[in-house]
């Protein structure tokens, strides 16, 4: 393809992917537990994995999509074999947009990590995020093999932590039932906490979704990477489920809903050993950074992917000699920058809501693909095949559709104004494109990839210079 200098490299293992993809989606565990206690208290225990349920249907039309149509463009390439190449790029674009303000969200938390120790002003805060990104930016430039192993070594390290902290809470003699059973019990705010709840926290599975824009570096067969965005749901859920009560137990839900750090803090209130706390924050920052990774990644890859298919200038597909996308990578720098420097007081409430809303419309284009393809393409070979076909992307499309009006629902105010904006920012890349093909390149026209691409993509790949 044009542009490209070494191209991507395979070097990302399944359990790489794994630790990645379940990493990423446990990342804010730190600083945004007091907003899914003020909506929920301890029924997040019970959201959790009702909602890694719920989201399987649109996990499979991803799994299935991404065997058939495995390059790093997913959303875009889905969408557009689907429909078309425009539909493809409003695809992409909301996409983006999900994937490029998780890095200056998780980067904050390395912020209200800094504030428990020490009293950070208001006007260093975004420095301290930006400083984070800029180190992220140095390493992701790198061989994509460190990210998958920095991946698995934090991965195994933070679950341990949460749950050798979780059974000490347990046993501590502090944890009491009456803490979750009492003061409103599991959901303080009745159906519409409860519904609120589910909304907000699905962002914490957009995690699963952003595992195809690295299947042009994968080891391992592309019909695998089912395994891969099941573990992104699951294992969290288990995760979370156990992290919820354990904490939950220590107080009730509107001390910890009150708690800028809660877990740390509320060692240090019940006169338990210094080490927990230490350990609960160095888990936080653990998953923050894991998030942080993965999510930066995938942000690349979508300019990358959107690059392969020429809807962006071949910049954004070069890669350094470690098959690294570095003009991608600087780009999402750029933007991380902005939203960290831009982003107020309220940035959980706000990214959440921002958020969700887009990633409901990509949830639904992503069935809708799987759903129209098997009609219009019932010959393509499915190396993954979801289970009860149609039927099941039917499903997935309508969830995504009630996820997207219930976060319409919960967006504050001042989400409008950028949401616009951006909206109208990705309307006129295209036009920005006509007037780069009309002066630079004539021939540079979008292309679609198919399956019968894989191969002459995996050759490029292996033979970049050939």
């Not at 994995?49 to 039309?61: C, E, H, N, R």
């Not at 599991?186 to 914490?204: E, Q």
């Not at 019940?270 to 990644?297: C, D, E, R, S, V």
Request: proline content about 6%; some cysteine.
């Amino acid at each position: 393809m044009a542009g490209q200098n070494a191209g991507l490299k395979r070097q990302l293992s399944l359990l790489s992917l794994v630790a990645l993809a379940a990493g990423a989606v446990l990342g804010g565990w730190l600083a945004e537990a007091p907003y899914w206690f003020e909506l929920t208290g301890a029924g997040a225990a019970i959201i959790f994995p009702i909602l890694a349920v719920i989201l399987v249907p649109i996990a499979l039309a991803f799994a299935e999509l991404t065997s058939v149509l495995p390059f790093s463009s997913s959303v875009d390439v889905w969408s557009g074999n689907a429909m078309n190449s425009t539909t493809g790029w409003a695809t992409q674009w909301l996409f983006f947009l999900v994937q490029v303000v998780e890095p200056p969200l998780v980067a904050f938390i390395f912020v209200t990590a800094a504030g428990f120790f020490v009293d950070v002003p208001v006007a260093v805060q975004p420095l301290i995020a930006i400083a984070i990104m800029v180190l992220w930016y140095v390493l992701s430039n790198f061989s994509i093999e460190l990210t998958g192993v920095m991946a698995i070594v934090l991965f195994i390290t933070m679950v341990s932590i949460t749950v050798g902290t979780s059974i000490y809470y347990f046993s501590s003699g502090h944890w009491e039932f009456t803490n979750i059973s009492e003061h409103g019990g599991f959901f303080p705010h009745g159906i519409y906490g409860a519904v609120a709840a589910a909304s907000a926290l699905v962002l914490k599975y957009i995690g699963f979704a952003m595992t195809p824009t690295m299947i042009q570096e994968t080891k391992f067969a592309a019909k695998k990477m089912v395994i891969v965005i099941l573990a992104g749901l699951f294992i969290p859920a288990a995760v979370y489920m156990l992290a919820t009560v354990a904490i939950g137990g220590l107080a009730p839900h509107d001390v910890i809903a009150g708690l800028s750090v809660p877990e740390p803090e509320l060692v240090d209130q019940l006169g338990m050993p210094a080490i927990i706390g230490l350990l609960a924050i160095a888990a936080g920052l653990l998953y923050a950074f894991t998030t942080l990774m993965g999510f930066w990644t995938s942000s690349a890859r979508v300019l990358y992917g959107a690059s392969q298919l020429r809807q962006l200038p071949p910049w954004f597909s070069r890669t350094n000699r470690h098959g690294q996308p570095y003009i991608a990578n600087l780009v999402v720098l750029a933007f991380g920058i902005f939203f960290a420097a831009f982003t107020g007081t309220n940035w959980v409430q706000y990214t959440y809501s921002l958020s969700v809303v887009a990633a409901g419309a990509v949830y639904f284009l992503g069935c809708l693909s799987a759903y129209r393809l098997r009609a219009k393409h019932p010959e393509w070979k499915r190396p993954f095949r979801a289970p009860v076909g149609r039927a099941m992307f039917a499903v997935g499309m309508l969830i995504s559709a009630a996820i997207t009006v219930v976060g319409v629902t919960l967006l504050p105010a001042n989400a409008w104004p950028p949401i616009i904006a951006y909206l109208i920012i990705g309307a006129l890349v295209p036009l920005a494109m006509r007037f780069y093909r009309s002066r630079v390149n004539p021939d540079y026209t979008p292309i679609i990839l198919g399956p019968e691409d894989v191969e002459t993509i995996e050759e490029t790949e292996r033979n970049p210079h050939a």
